[in-house]
């Protein structure tokens, strides 16, 4: 049974290990290429997965994985109880999905290591197509289906509503780079001193997602509660050049850590009075809103660090109000080329 272990030194996390050599040797790998949470998902994932299975990387057959998708897709608080976005009674397809990603990569590198005693790996990425004319592989039907839905925005009522219940000018200006710049948490998190360019308004992200690194314009606001935090509250004693810290406690001064963002993030969510508020539904309010005041996906992909301007697309379903006025404008410029109903054509 493999038991997920952390080695934190200096409030880093330094290793994650499941007991098992093959695995800790594939976590060590994935740690030099991911960042910490998608270190930490992978890491649960195949713990999970080795939870249920119950055997060795080289015993695991494809009927294994179709055994352990079947308990994933399992009723969890009874048949009749499903969640109305899919309408599924077992985990969220997102979640399966992502669990047999990180399988699969596992059982990737066993055959690429080719010392482990797997010679083929026992995750399909889909099922093959019975068609005439397709190859096996190609066009397959996929494990997962994952829902298309469109993640909610905030109104700028709501936006409103969760600053003013912000308690410090640090939290405050934690929220406004999400809403106002697109930052992740993990990015916000992982802002450095030295990523501070008030004087051109912007920040330099080190570590986005997928290595990739961006120079991100943000609005004046948040500059100025960044200098309200660094110049009041920011202990004076804190020796990390992370800019964000925790303010109070026995980690005074210490970098401050996402579960520690997502704690502050709540309570100002509850004192609102507001359903929900993550930081990855600022993010996604930031980029619908600069969509929506004309701005180019071109320059929303680069603000927002996606590899594919596919990933940007949402925005255009999300922006409603610009949607609708390119609609609009469309409609009256065609109604303006029709020939009214009845009227003669000289000729």
Known sequence: MPCLVRVVEDDELRAIT??????????GFVAVRARINTWLAVASDLKIFFTVVAKVPAEVTTADVFLFLAAQ????????????????????????????????????????RGDAGVTRNPVPSSLAARRPGVRRGKGGVPLIRTPRTLPRVLSPGEVDALVGALRTA??????????????????????????????????????????????????????????????????????????????????RGGPLSAAGLDE?????????????????????????????????????????????????????????????KEYLRAAEAIAAQS????????G
């Open 18 to 27: 499941l007991g098992d050599a093959m695995l800790d040797d594939y976590l």
């Open 73 to 112: 897709r399992a009723p969890r608080q009874g048949a009749t109880v499903v969640r109305l976005e899919d309408g599924e009674p077992g985990l969220a397809a997102r979640t399966i999905a992502r669990r047999l990603s990180s399988v699969r990569g596992l059982f990737a590198y066993l055959v690429a």
């Open 170 to 251: 640090r939290d405050r200006a934690m929220v406004e780079v999400m809403v106002l710049g697109g930052l992740r948490r993990c990015e916000v998190l992982g802002l450095r001193l030295e990523d501070i360019n008030a004087g051109k308004r912007r920040v330099f992200v080190a570590e986005g997602k997928g290595g990739r690194q961006r120079i991100v314009p943000v609005s004046g606001r948040f500059f100025a509660t960044l200098g309200d935090y660094l110049e009041v509250e920011r202990p004076r004693t804190s020796v990390t050049d992370r800019v964000f810290v925790v303010l109070k406690g026995a980690r």
């Open 264 to 324: 502050i993030l709540d309570g100002a969510r509850s004192r609102a009075g507001l359903a929900k508020a993550t930081c990855h539904q600022l993010r996604h309010t930031c980029f619908t809103r600069l969509r929506e005041a004309g701005m180019a996906l071109e320059a929303i992909q680069a603000q927002a660090g996606h590899a594919s301007i596919e990933s940007t697309r949402i925005y255009v379903h999300l922006a409603n109000d610009w949607l609708e």
């Open 339 to 346: 020939v009214p109903a009845g009227e003669a054509v000289s």
